[in-house]
């Protein structure tokens, strides 16, 4: 019963917070949300001097959502799932070299960056912390967030194939990303693991590809199913029964059920909707999962703005904080910039098209959810603290000003000569 009463007042708080943005706010739908719910929070803090008794219970309800559990073992699941089908295969199979080496290399130059730069800023303000902390640090901020990104692009108006590098980007780093943080949290807890490459090797293999894999079969089972039927209902019932079951598969495997979801959906997509899907399948499939999309984005961005209840002392680490976001800009910068420069056959990048996929890189839920899970005895409060810093940067300021930099990438019109003879006087 706890858990519906949590749910119902998020639902009914995103519900009037949409309404309040859409009617007088009018920013890009997550973006508000989250400014709403942050302002909120302020008013709960400043409200609780003289009604502690109320804040005490609005944050035990924000509190009693295990948000690192509901985002990486629910809700992202259903997030990329309905990202991925909008997605056009040939479109993405253009820039799959780009797409490939930021999501893999990028993450890994990432991490290195913001581990050695923090673990600097950490010791020039006098904060002594171990520099495999520093490193988890960067794997848990380095991925790019594809629920921002995603749902920030919608509105960007960048041309397609610069979108597709970056949500494409943003839907592969996880497994990478993962899969470093994993291994770096049990260094900095002291265990012993086996750091030779065909270990790591090996549990990359296990969590990406395999991943991967499971994905495509889901996808494409679902799409056989969906042939031999013709009833849109039936149709959304399977691609749901694809995402939760999906998920069940891959806790039972230990793969990564992100990358699953972006492959089903990817298939679905592309496959099923060309081949296994009616004109009226389609249009309900695509309006359904855009309804999902947009609920559970804005209860996601209310999560994190109320997640500012939650936070002690979060005020106490804004110097590190503000670093943090420089580095974070700056180890965004060479993990897009050193790639292209030292791997043949990437592309062609200009300067404009570099700087919009450095700003264009938010970060996002997935970011706290990882920092959620850091041990209270190796930083937490610190590391959380520094993670909501670069979010709410990166999510307001980058997220608003995202569009404005696309209109560098729009061709300057060039004056038509006029046909028309000139009249000469005679």
Not at 300 to 321: A, C, H, M, S, V
Request: charged residues 15%.
């Amino acid at each position: 019963m706890d858990l519906y009463y949590t749910f119902s007042v998020l639902i009914v708080l995103t519900a009037f917070f949409s309404y309040i943005n859409v009617r007088f706010i009018k920013l890009p739908s997550t973006i508000g949300i989250m400014i709403i719910a942050m302002l909120a929070s302020i008013s709960l803090v400043g409200l609780g001097k003289s009604q502690p008794e109320l804040q005490l219970q609005f944050s035990e309800m924000i509190r009693s959502v295990d948000f690192s559990q509901v985002l990486m073992g629910a809700m992202l699941n259903f997030l990329l799932f309905a990202g991925a089908i909008h997605i056009s295969l040939h479109d993405l199979r253009k820039q799959r070299i780009p797409v490939i080496i930021f999501s893999t290399v990028g993450v890994i130059i990432s991490t290195i960056v913001v581990g050695a730069l923090m673990y600097a800023a950490f010791n020039a303000l006098g904060m002594h912390i171990p520099f495999i902390q520093c490193l988890a640090f960067g794997a848990l901020i380095s991925p790019t967030d594809p629920i921002a990104v995603i749902a920030i692009l919608k509105r960007a108006g960048i041309r397609k194939s610069l979108e597709i590098k970056v949500a494409g980007e943003s839907l592969f780093n996880d497994g990478v990303a993962v899969v470093l943080f994993a291994m770096l949290m049990q260094l900095a807890r002291g265990k012993e693991i086996d750091l030779t490459f065909a270990h790591i090797s090996g549990l990359f293999l296990q969590e990406a590809i395999g991943g991967l894999v499971i994905g495509v079969v889901l996808g494409y089972i679902g799409s056989q199913g969906i042939k031999r039927i013709d009833d849109y209902n039936v149709t959304v019932m399977i691609t749901l029964a694809m995402v939760m079951g999906g998920y069940l598969i891959t806790r039972y495997l230990h793969i990564s059920s992100p990358l699953t979801m972006v492959a089903a959906g990817l298939v679905i997509g592309n496959y099923g909707k060309a081949t296994a899907m009616s004109a009226s399948d389609k249009d309900y499939l695509d309006k359904f999962w855009e309804l999902i999309d947009e609920i559970l984005n804005g209860i996601l961005f209310l999560i994190i703005g109320f997640e500012l209840l939650l936070i002690p002392n979060l005020t106490q680490y804004w110097q590190i904080g503000s670093l943090a976001v420089v580095i974070v800009l700056l180890a965004r910068f060479f993990s897009i910039w050193l790639p292209i420069r030292l791997i043949p056959n990437i592309g062609t990048f200009d300067r404009k098209t570099i700087t919009i996929l450095v700003w264009g890189g938010l970060r996002g839920g997935v970011s706290v959810a990882l920092a959620l899970t850091i041990d209270e005895s190796l930083n937490q409060s610190l590391f959380l603290s520094i993670t909501y810093y670069v979010v709410v940067f990166s999510i307001i300021v980058q997220g608003l000003t995202i569009g404005k930099l696309t209109s560098w990438q729009k061709p300057a019109k060039v004056p038509q000569k006029s046909n028309r003879r000139r009249k000469v006087a005679v």
